[in-house]
């Protein structure tokens, strides 16, 4: 898309993070970092009460209008794609056309009536009836997106055929199409370039909604990754045709926040905005869009405080301040594996798989690649999977690199506590994070007889963020892609949950110099299966 409006220089880049390690704060609109960065000690004043009051009424009537109106079947929503000739994306040279179907597959996993038809240009050049069909699609389709599309004949066919549509991005493709969102064209100096700069914003309030949110949706294609092109498509549609469930978090409560901050919540408030590092993670934060995981994350991970965890457990966690309820995602369904090694899969024999190398390394496994972009990038990521003190009690943390936005790395730790699920292989994960409970729900899609290499797959959600994910890793002892004769297995694996190679991000396992491993005391390891000089049998 030939947007560019100066990003912040902390999102400019591919962030580098990974799994199991979800947003506590992806869910706090501007409107919240705004107030809370401009009133500081003022936020309790007594005249802004009075506001607080005399604006309830209003802010009750519109949530309740706003309610009313999510309560409605969403409306079908129908996209048109059309890609370059044989062209060819970053996501590891995948096709364009390969990436634009299968992001029409993930569509419907957000909503089944969401309904994405993908054509190359070629079709300029047919003889047969595709051209009619082509318009015909246009005629009725509420986004047109446009991908390496330079051809001339190409631009100039869709120039004509593509006015009636009210939403048109177009992504690597000729200066001379242009950009529409809500009716509006977004105007943009034709330099050639593949951003252009956006010219001086209009004073219409409708106008400059659009520039941003052509400045999220640019920002988020720069990434190149699956999941923020289908973030892309569901922006555009949340703004424009029909609300979208998993970005309700665009649409805060205004006063009724800020009421709840401030009544429940004052003395963290102010202990986050005297605390440097707390402050710098709001003003990173307030730069977001409220529904970029990527972004979001990568603040939290940089500047994670005490006080920060304090701040999001008072304001979200506890009292729920933006209203929020996300739900963990129901697609793709991924079945587990059923047996290991020539047995049944047990719950105990799964439990052991997760445990893995760990006893004969100091570590259970370590992460090869994933599919998140906002969680599995981090470099370094190590797994480590044990039984508890207590009976029954099953844990899992992860440790892992961070670049910070300031270029400093450093160390994280997690603590998972792990309940099995009601189908051997499956478990439910949780975790505060930051001040924020996050349950996912996890599942072993497959795992070599001798632990050279496994899958495991994980739906999520931090509820009171309103922020729901999916995602994969692909681990092994080392932290290196599995031997090439193991491939058909792993991408039959990555099939059963609805992943492409190319989705994957290597992890950067270069340089990890003393990680802060290590278990409890009283911990234990497997239960039936043993690791043994790098190789593996079944005790039973």
Known sequence: MNVNV????????PAPFPVNRRSSFAGLPNLILLRCRK????????????????T????AAAAVEMKEA?????????????????SVSPLSSAPWLDVMLHTAERLKWVDEEFEMIVFSDNFINSQDETVNRVGNELDRADILVLVAVSKEGSVNWIQTNSQNVSNIIWFDSSSALRNKLGGILIETEKRGDIFSSLLPFSQSKKLNESVEIARTVSEAWERHNSDDMRFCLLVIINAYITPVSTLQNLRA????????MVTNCGPQILNC????????ALQCLNQCSPVDQVCNYRCIASYESQYLEEFSLCVLQKN????????????????????????????EIAEDIFVGWLGTLNWSWRVVAGQNPAYDQFPCQYQLYYRGKARGSFWYEPVFQVRTLEDNLVWRRRKYRVKRGKVPGTFQFSVLDNGVVSIESWTIVDVSDDLSWGLFHYHGAARVAGQSYTGAVLVSPDGQYPAERKKDRLISALDRCGIKEWELFNVDNCSCEGPPLGLPEGSSLHSKIEVQEGRTHSSV
Do not use: Q, Y
């Open 70 to 86: 999510e309560k409605k079947t969403s409306n079908p929503v129908r996209i048109v794609s059309i890609v370059g000739e044989d």
């Open 320 to 347: 729920n301040c933006l209203e929020l309820d996300a739900k963990i995602p129901e697609k793709p369904h991924v079945p587990p594996m059923t047996e290991f090694r020539g047995e049944i899969l047990s719950s």
């Open 6 to 13: 100066a990003p912040s220089p902390s999102i400019n880049s």
């Open 56 to 59: 309830r009424s209003i802010v």
């Open 39 to 54: 009133t500081k000690v003022s936020i309790f004043s007594s005249s802004l009460d009075r506001k607080i009051r005399a």
């Open 273 to 280: 905005l005297l605390d440097p590092n707390c402050r710098k």
């Open 253 to 260: 409560k205004g006063f009724s926040t800020l009421n709840c």
